[in-house]
Each structure stands twice: as structure tokens, then as C-alpha cells.
């Protein structure tokens, strides 16, 4: 198994940053990718930014592209979620989740960090 612990969300104003992190224990060699969802109260879940474990292969949703940037340092185990020019409908819970493969769900989850961004 692979555990997943996220940190870093806030209360933030708009157009500030935050930087989240998601720390990974575990089975931690047989991750291939790690994502970033987010879901806000009355929405569902949604995909917000991903990469390969080892790097690269990135990618993001429409409505995040160019403010926000995923990362990860092998070294520490924990991969990054780099915010900036935050937005109010950027408010939501953060989850980083992983898998096994490049074909297979994501399967892993951790419990979520609150991000609020007010106006």
C-alpha cells in the first residue's frame, strides 16, 4: 500500500500563493503516477494536475493551466502543487492520489487539504 498525507492548505486572498505537499510512504516503488484533485462543497471530485512518479508528463486542467505546477522530489517522497494567482473558485479540498500504471485508476488517496480563497 501506499499512504498519502497532504499539507499546506490556508485561507488565502485572491491572487496569492499557496504550495501544497503530499508526502508518500509505503510501496512507494510501484507508484507510476501521482495527481492532484480537488473537490468543492456540492461539486464532485475533479482532476486539477498530473506527472509521472520519476517526473515528467505533466498535466492540467484548463482552468488551472499556467497559474498552477506540479512537481516532486523523489529524494523526500512528496510531490508538489505549486498555486499562484489563486482564485475564489479555486476553494475546495486538495487530494493527491496515485497509481500503478498509466492505464490503471487512481487508487491511492490522502484525506485532503483545505484551500479557501477569498475575494
Known amino acids: 500500500q501506499v499512504q498519502l498525507v497532504e499539507s499546506g492548505g490556508g485561507s488565502v486572498q485572491a491572487g496569492d500563493s499557496l504550495r501544497l505537499s503530499c508526502a508518500a510512504s509505503?510501496?512507494?516503488?510501484?507508484?507510476?503516477?501521482v495527481a492532484w484533485f480537488r473537490q468543492a462543497p456540492g461539486n464532485e471530485r475533479e482532476f486539477v494536475a498530473s506527472?509521472?512518479?520519476?517526473?515528467?508528463?505533466?498535466n492540467y486542467a484548463d482552468s488551472v493551466k499556467g497559474r498552477f505546477t506540479i512537481s516532486s522530489d523523489n529524494a523526500k517522497n512528496t510531490v508538489y502543487l505549486q498555486m499562484n494567482s489563486l482564485k475564489p473558485e479555486d476553494t475546495a479540498v486538495y487530494y493527491c492520489?496515485?497509481?500503478?500504471?498509466?492505464?490503471?485508476?487512481?487508487?491511492?488517496w490522502g484525506r485532503g487539504t483545505q484551500v479557501t480563497v477569498s475575494s
Open positions: 492520489a496515485t497509481r500503478g500504471g498509466p492505464n490503471r485508476s487512481f487508487d491511492y
Open positions: 509505503g510501496r512507494t516503488f510501484s507508484v507510476y503516477g
Open positions: 506527472m509521472r512518479w520519476m517526473g515528467g508528463n505533466t
